[in-house]
T-cell receptor
Framework: GNSVTQMEGPVTLSEEAFLTINCTYTATGYPSLFWYVQYPGEGLQLLLKATKADDKGSNKGFEATYRKETTSFHLEKGSVQVSDSAVYFCALSPFSGGYNKLIFGAGTRLAVHP | EAQVTQNPRYLITVTGKKLTVTCSQN?????MSWYRQDPGLGLRQIYYSMNVEVTDKGDVPEGYKVSRKEKRNFPLILESPSPNQTSLYFC??????????FGSGTQLSVL
């Protein structure tokens, strides 16, 4: 079946540190891949997406590359800020171009300290 | 402002007492969905709707009902809540096929 596995948190970093949050997936066919972010007390927001192999999604300094050979979509940022503290969810849509069955990982909490 | 509005934000109830969580979107989206979020499990889809009068089960539909009589509204109904339905609930809508807009969540506690 389809599933998403994220690294467990919390991840605690100092400001300006490099961030990697690992995400791997299992899917049949050609899924689309997403990172959503949830700030405290809010709903999820789309952070970035990639719809086919080797695509790189980017937004707000965050990047993730769709790696079909390793079934991965790791989230990276070169220099985190306190304002990046949030929960990050990796997700996939099994059918490229559709969101009927968005499947989420468990989420990874990031805490950035000054 | 484009938004998905859920009410109430917090709800404490007792086992068996019917409740409804409302969800409304102002973006004229055809697609709407309900998720529950539990620690260590991420978000799991309860029900979704592709358009008015069209609804379908997600991964965890047991104990829930939905209706879609109008495009903007998609209420979640718990006819007889139980403690295992204590959770954080999110409504979402989508127009662009690959971007969902989420409400701020409803924290439900069933005693």
């Amino acid at each position: 079946g389809n599933s998403v596995t994220q690294m467990e948190g919390p991840v605690t970093l100092s400001e300006e540190a490099f961030l990697t949050i690992n995400c791997t997936y299992t899917a049949t066919g050609y899924p689309s891949l997403f990172w959503y972010v949830q700030y405290p007390g809010e709903g999820l927001q789309l952070l970035l997406k990639a719809t086919k192999a080797d695509d790189k999604g980017s937004n707000k300094g965050f990047e993730a590359t769709y790696r079909k050979e390793t079934t991965s979509f790791h989230l990276e940022k070169g220099s985190v800020q306190v304002s990046d503290s949030a929960v990050y969810f990796c997700a996939l849509s099994p059918f490229s171009g559709g969101y009927n069955k968005l499947i989420f990982g468990a989420g990874t909490r990031l805490a950035v300290h000054p | 402002e484009a938004q998905v509005t859920q009410n109430p934000r917090y709800l404490i109830t007792v086992t068996g007492k019917k409740l409804t969580v409302t969800c409304s979107q102002n973006m004229n989206h055809e697609y709407m969905s309900w998720y529950r979020q539990d620690p260590g499990l991420g978000l799991r889809q309860i029900y979704y709707s592709m358009n008015v009068e069209v609804t379908d089960k997600g991964d965890v539909p047991e104990g829930y009902k939905v209706s879609r009589k109008e495009k903007r509204n998609f209420p979640l109904i718990l006819e007889s809540p139980s403690p295992n339905q204590t959770s954080l609930y999110f409504c979402a809508s989508g127009g662009d096929r690959e971007k969902l807009f989420f409400g701020s969540g409803t924290q439900l506690s069933v005693l």
